[in-house]
């Protein structure tokens, strides 16, 4: 199999290793609960209430809802590791040869772990006789556990749609077709489905240091899935308007970090953005260090977690749209400034700035966004919610916002295109005509990719219309290159060099020293595989797209909304351990002013 060796699959074996070694460590930790148990009954659910017992004592959460939790991370991380190698891989090598490499196992075995989670979760709530409300005879089903299953089966569902898709179109490697949406999508969303099962099942004691830890986790993680929309930006390889990703920034940064400060309380947004720092910089250092491709760049977003931080402590959360609406607008001005002050200190990519509709659309996605976040936030108790209305107002901008952004147009523009030998590479001189073509650009320059890498270069105007690279580029071997150019919803390239492709019939476009072409939309040269089709396989895949979504979202507000109020029976308190620390007092203890830790409606303070 082209580009893959032996040693690659150990990435695939080794989360299966850790696996194993944390269940056998939580049955030793709970082995004398296991002791305890009838010899007679059954040696499976024996060794699960040991892992159980193990989980509550390690965490202070019920081993059920922290069995979910750790199986769903475990899965999602998974996932993730795989979904960036994948598409590191491509970048950098092109089309694969078989279905079933290690990166699209990796991606398999995470979205399968999310329906794994769900059936863990019930099968330990059953066990444990857990005090979850729904139930099916003697099966005792999570709230959360619903959301998680459906994310997991439309994710998996999205794998034969997308051979469908491919089959019927050609093989696509963008991130945003609608098939890989559904996975990415699916694989993304499911961290929420992770930090509601730890919500649902929240003990009635305060969690060990290791059960905040995970808590803090869940929600960075949040934070990891949702920015994984942002993947063809972090490659430096965008198919799309160089003004999605301070929308998708601020979305992600508005989403989260408000529902992590309304969540865990004074510094919650810090917490969570530590523990999305540390996954999202072991995942680039695996793909980049380990296994040696493109580094995928990512946002920071602590300018936006500090002025999160900022408005709660002006404002306080428990009046939830208040808060959401100040903290939106602060992370769309301060918060997404920040960050595209770091893709321009960093060389991540292209700024937006010569694009006005920055300051429409940058504010309607965060505000939105932080609208549905602290809707979310709505099984911790707050003095007011947010409104159904504005939650589902707000997902209807949000949504709007991200549609009215996908056509790709292209202008009339034509370039010559001359060549300047540097060894195997060459310095790109570019005339455009007309001359002021590139003047008020949103994105301008050379890129090159598949060739082993990704390579990208500057276009210095030297004279009217007459622009050189700032530095060679590879224009030999498997690499293609273009110029690429933006002009708000223009989106064109035009081709440097290309090499033929004879399984899908592409002929060369040769490294010239001098040619005259026109602009044509990116995805001619980016997306050369692809090809046109019958129309059914396209309504299949974005109907499919859409009616899973629209299942995700009635299940999270049904899920959120069930927990905010009688969705569970309140759990017996548990004592405090004579000499224990202050800080290790009854979760629901806390004083008021820590609106995310009061008892949520219908439960007792002990």
Not at 113 to 140: E, H, M, S, W
Request: proline residues 8%; charged residues 15%.
């Amino acid at each position: 199999m082209k580009h893959v060796t032996p040693d690659q699959w150990a990435y695939v074996i080794v989360p299966f290793l850790v696996y194993g070694g944390i269940v056998a460590y939580l049955a030793v930790l709970g082995w004398d609960t296991g002791m305890r148990e009838n010899l007679h009954r059954n040696p499976l659910v024996i060794f699960f209430k040991m892992i159980s017992a193990g989980l509550e004592r390690a965490t202070g959460y019920p081993g059920w809802a922290m069995a979910g939790a750790l199986s769903g991370l475990w899965s999602l991380g998974t996932a993730a590791v795989g979904l960036y190698w994948d598409v590191a891989w491509h970048i950098d090598l092109g089309r694969d040869k078989q279905l079933f490499t290690p990166p699209h196992t990796m991606i398999v075995i995470g979205l399968a772990g999310i329906i794994y989670t769900a059936c863990i979760a019930v099968v330990f709530a059953t066990l444990d006789n857990a005090p979850v409300k729904l139930r099916i005879q003697n099966l005792r089903i999570p709230y959360s556990a619903l959301p998680m299953a459906a994310l997991g089966i439309g994710a998996m569902v999205g794998f034969p749609l997308d051979a469908l898709w491919h089959e019927a179109y050609g093989l696509d490697v963008t991130l945003w077709s609608p098939t890989h949406l559904m996975m990415v999508g699916g694989g993304g969303l499911a961290t929420i489905a992770t930090w509601l099962m730890l919500v649902e099942g929240r003990p009635a004691g305060r969690p060990t240091l290791l059960g905040r830890g995970i808590l803090a986790l869940s929600l960075g993680a949040i934070l990891v899935g949702i920015s994984c929309f942002e993947g063809e930006f972090d490659f430096g390889v965008p198919q799309f308007q160089v003004i999605f990703l301070p929308v998708l920034i601020g979305a992600a940064a508005g989403f989260t970090l408000v529902l992590a400060r309304a969540a865990l309380g004074p510094w919650g947004a810090i917490k969570a953005l530590v523990a999305y720092l540390i996954v999202r910089g072991s995942v680039a250092l695996i793909v980049w260090g380990a296994l040696f491709h493109t580094f995928p760049r990512f946002p920071l977003y602590l300018a936006s977690a500090v002025v999160v931080e900022a408005v709660a402590a002006w404002l306080g959360t428990d009046n939830r749209l208040r808060y959401a609406l100040v903290s939106g607008v602060a992370i769309a001005t301060v918060g997404v400034a920040g960050e595209l002050a770091w893709v321009k200190l960093s060389g991540w990519g292209d700024l937006p700035a010569n694009d006005p509709r920055i300051f429409l659309v940058v504010p309607a996605a965060a505000i939105a966004a932080a609208v549905l976040g602290a809707a979310l936030s709505k099984p911790i108790r707050a003095q007011r919610p947010v409104p159904a209305l504005a939650a589902g107002l707000a997902g209807l901008i949000l949504v709007g916002t991200v549609l009215a952004l996908l056509p790709r147009n292209v202008g009339n523009v034509n370039a010559t295109i001359r060549l300047i030998p540097v060894g195997q590479q060459a310095t790109v001189a570019v005339d455009l005509q007309p001359a002021d073509a590139a003047r008020d650009a949103t994105a301008f320059g050379v890129v090159s990719w598949q060739g082993g890498g990704r390579v990208s270069a500057k276009l210095n105007e030297v004279a009217p219309g007459r622009y050189v690279s700032d530095r060679p580029v590879p224009i030999t071997g498997d690499w293609k290159t273009m110029v690429g150019l933006q002009r708000r919803d223009e989106v064109m390239a035009a081709p440097v060099y290309l090499r033929a492709d004879p399984e899908i019939d592409a002929p060369a476009i040769p490294a010239l020293p001098q040619r005259q072409t026109a602009f044509v939309r990116n995805t001619t040269i980016l997306l050369r595989e692809q090809h046109p089709g019958p129309a059914w396989p396209g309504v299949l895949g974005y109907g499919g797209l859409a009616g899973v979504a629209a299942v995700w979202s009635a299940l999270f507000a049904f899920a959120a909304h069930r927990l905010s109020g009688a969705g569970t029976e309140p759990r017996v308190p548990q004592p405090v351990t004579p000499g224990q620390a202050p800080d290790s007092a009854p979760w629901e203890t806390l004083p008021q002013q820590q609106d995310s830790l009061a008892p949520p409606r219908g439960r007792p303070s002990p």
